[in-house]
């Protein structure tokens, strides 16, 4: 978090508080990730429920799996659609956290 005094800023140079990029980034991002998630954690419930576990830490383990995967792949698709319009040096930086 660095900050640069008015007195000493360039001109034609956009300055921007650690709160100001965090609610522009996290307002572009939660919908994709909302949508995503929501997605595939209807998807991943019903094949939760389908399997048949012997216990309920079986379960628990099972649920952690199926998770786990499902966020790598939903991240890894919004990767790639990142990908595919261009801005990659920008679009990789802001996937790094949710791989």
């Known amino acids: 978090m ?3 005094p008015v007195a000493e ?3 034609a140079v956009g300055y ?3 709160s100001g990029l ?3 980034y996290t307002m572009y991002s939660l919908p994709m990730f909302l949508i995503g998630g929501i997605i595939f954690s209807m998807l991943a419930d ?3 429920g389908k399997i048949k576990f012997s216990t309920k830490v079986y379960k628990y383990i099972g ?3 199926v998770y786990g995967i499902g966020g790598v792949l939903v991240n890894v698709f919004f990767y790639i659609a990142l990908f595919e ?3 990659k040096a920008e679009s990789r930086f802001k996937s790094l956290p949710g791989l």
């Open 9 to 11: 800023q360039q001109e």
């Open 22 to 24: 965090f609610s522009v």
């Open 16 to 18: 921007w508080s650690y």
């Open 63 to 65: 649920a952690i799996v």
């Open 2 to 4: 660095n900050y640069t």
């Open 46 to 48: 019903f094949i939760i």
């Open 85 to 87: 319009e261009g801005e």
